[in-house]
């Protein structure tokens, strides 16, 4: 299949000297669905999952392997499609840069376009494997090739819920794995460990390894991406400190409240809008996986590193869970503050803007978020959604179910001061006292240079090396500016995220509905700082554009499990955090 369509465009090229076609028809993976309307599409699956399923994991290897080692200047390239997201900052097929767009990458990032976008870009990932994947079939022998063959036919990628449990799955972090081929059982190189850039040093016009030149200059000087590095002098990777800070980033609460708590999808999916987003979680973990010199922690590189493509595919997953519970609920326009290759800054978001560069039939008209809004379009679903099977009201009260089992860290906790166990399920429709702190910055306060701003209850450590790891740091909110050319003025480009003080007040003995109890405990413990990626520490007054604020709500439990919360309206206390470096200074 695909192998074939790649000989051939080459030797036509070569034959005829004409250039290879750089248009390509994303629709997705369609094998192993029937015809019929109604029929089971196969699912995307847990890569911890996948693993024990040896004809389909073995697949997924030879496939993702070879897709990395298609020559790196052809368009569908594994180099070339993690290109789309950020460098080298060129266009792909025919979609051109836009009249006074950035020089960046495609991408959307603090937007409401965040999670749209992201859906045809995983399904062009997922057709390229699954192309592939057919083909490999063929190279078993034939006594195993029935097996093989249904196994290709329901290959979907998999996705990582770093939600559920909070550290890389440790096959991503092996140089080599086991996989049966068409030879036999091999020990083989493992595509999910690492991308090695075929061609190194990498073009300097692209991928500038000068520090005066670009922000980003340290990356260009790997040939091959790294995980949890520690700093920005080209250390190895330490996946042992990135599932650390994996560990204490409150993963699963920071899901579960962007899935149950936002009042829009807008709110939902992207920091550009006050709240609660999975933006922000999702956030979180390209800093952990990163850390401080790491690809995954810069826009630009992320893609390359092959966790990326996990890591989003739980993005979408948590997307289509937020779907289902929430039906009727999807983007309203919003302007786009930042600006990709194909957006100009500051233009209006709406359902009919072009996600370039996907185009169902390789050229223009491009996707939009309307025609991407269903994961049926691309041919796939996820373990908790079987569409075809329920109802709209069974499939989201099962869905439901699903992230109350999956992410509700809340449901039973111990109270410090009783030592008894309390769990909100034994208590339908009860109400409680929920606060948060609202968190609004502008993303080049620092003048292009990423930054984190922490959360503290009680006392904060006094080694900054010791804040990202401190038991009292009850949230972190990693501001990542995009690639911006030209030096000063910096745009103002407001991003949103909100950490949950619930656990923290728990855990300290503190009763939330004592309101008054509350606001004057907060007044003296709750404390933020902020630091550099390299954990420089950066006094609160430099972050001009900063602004915490503390809020409480009423919340009623749902009935049972397959009931969510409900939040009523949200009172502020500016007082809390007013007249101090950083603190509230008005409505956002």
Not at 13 to 40: D, E
Not at 431 to 445: A, H, L, M
Request: proline share 9%; glycine share 8%; net charge neutral.
């Amino acid at each position: 299949m695909l192998r074939q369509l790649f000989a051939v465009l080459v030797l036509v090229a070569s034959c005829l000297a004409v250039a290879i076609p750089t248009k390509f028809a994303i629709n997705g993976t369609h094998t192993g669905i029937k015809r019929q309307s109604g029929s089971p599409r196969p699912m995307r699956r847990n890569i911890l999952d996948l693993q024990k399923d040896v004809p389909t994991w073995s697949l997924y290897i030879q496939g993702l392997s070879a897709l990395q080692d298609k020559p790196e200047d052809f368009f569908l390239s594994y180099f070339q499609i993690a290109g789309i997201h950020g460098r080298p900052y060129i266009p792909w097929g025919d979609a051109a840069q836009a009249p006074g767009a950035p020089t960046t990458g495609y991408c959307t990032h603090n937007s409401v376009l965040f999670l749209p976008w992201h859906r045809p870009y995983l399904a062009l990932y997922e057709q390229l494997i699954g192309a592939t994947v057919q083909d490999l079939v063929k190279t078993y022998p034939p006594a195993l090739q029935a097996t093989y063959q249904v196994a290709a036919n329901n290959f979907r990628i998999p996705y990582w819920d770093w939600a559920a449990i909070p550290t890389m799955p440790a096959v991503v972090n092996q140089p080599n794995v086991t996989i049966t081929t068409g030879a036999g059982v091999q020990s083989v190189r493992n595509p999910m460990y690492r991308y090695n850039f075929q061609k190194f040093p990498l073009d300097p016009t692209y991928f500038p390894a000068d520090s005066s030149v670009a922000g980003d200059a340290w990356l260009a000087r790997y040939p091959y991406t790294v995980r949890g590095a520690p700093d920005t002098q080209n250390s190895p990777s330490d996946p042992d400190t990135a599932n650390s800070a994996l560990l204490r980033s409150n993963l699963m609460s920071g899901t579960y409240y962007a899935l149950v708590k936002p009042a829009s999808f807008n709110e939902f999916g992207t920091t550009a809008t006050p709240g609660t987003s999975i933006e922000s979680v999702h956030n979180q973990v390209h800093g952990c996986v990163g850390m401080t010199g790491g690809h995954m922690s810069i826009l630009s590189y992320s893609a390359f590193d092959p966790i990326f493509w996990l890591h989003h595919a739980n993005v979408d997953r948590l997307f289509a869970l937020y779907q289902a519970i929430n039906p009727n609920s999807y983007l309203t326009p919003q302007i786009e503050e930042s600006g990709t290759y194909a957006l100009t800054p500051n233009s209006l978001d709406t359902l009919s803007t072009p996600l370039e560069p996907f185009a169902p039939t390789g050229a223009g008209p491009y996707f939009t978020s309307t025609s991407a809004r269903q994961t049926s379009t691309f041919g796939y679903t996820y373990p908790e959604i079987q569409d075809w099977l329920q109802s709209p009201a069974q499939l989201k009260a099962s869905v439901t179910a699903a992230i109350n089992r999956l992410y509700n860290s809340n449901a039973a906790r111990v109270n410090q001061r009783t030592g008894e166990t309390e769990s909100r399920t034994h208590f339908p429709n009860k109400q409680e006292t929920e606060w948060s702190v609202g968190i609004k910055v502008s993303k080049f306060d620092l003048s292009g240079e990423r930054f984190i701003i922490r959360v503290f209850l009680d006392t904060v450590p006094e080694d900054p090396k010791d804040w990202p790891m401190a038991s009292s740091c009850v949230g972190s909110f990693p501001v990542f500016p995009p690639p911006h050319s030209g030096g000063s003025p910096y745009p103002e480009v407001i991003a949103y995220s909100e950490v949950s003080l619930v656990n923290g007040l728990a855990h300290l003995g503190k009763g939330a509905t004592d309101i008054h109890g509350v606001r004057k405990f907060l007044r003296r413990a709750l404390q933020w700082r902020v630091q550099k990626f390299d954990g420089t520490v950066v006094p609160v007054e430099n972050i001009p554009s900063l602004s915490i604020r503390v809020q409480e709500e009423l919340v009623t439990m749902g009935g049972d499990i397959t009931e969510l919360p409900s939040y009523g309206a949200m009172t502020l206390h500016p007082e809390i955090t007013t007249g101090r470096a950083g603190g509230y200074a008005g409505a956002a």
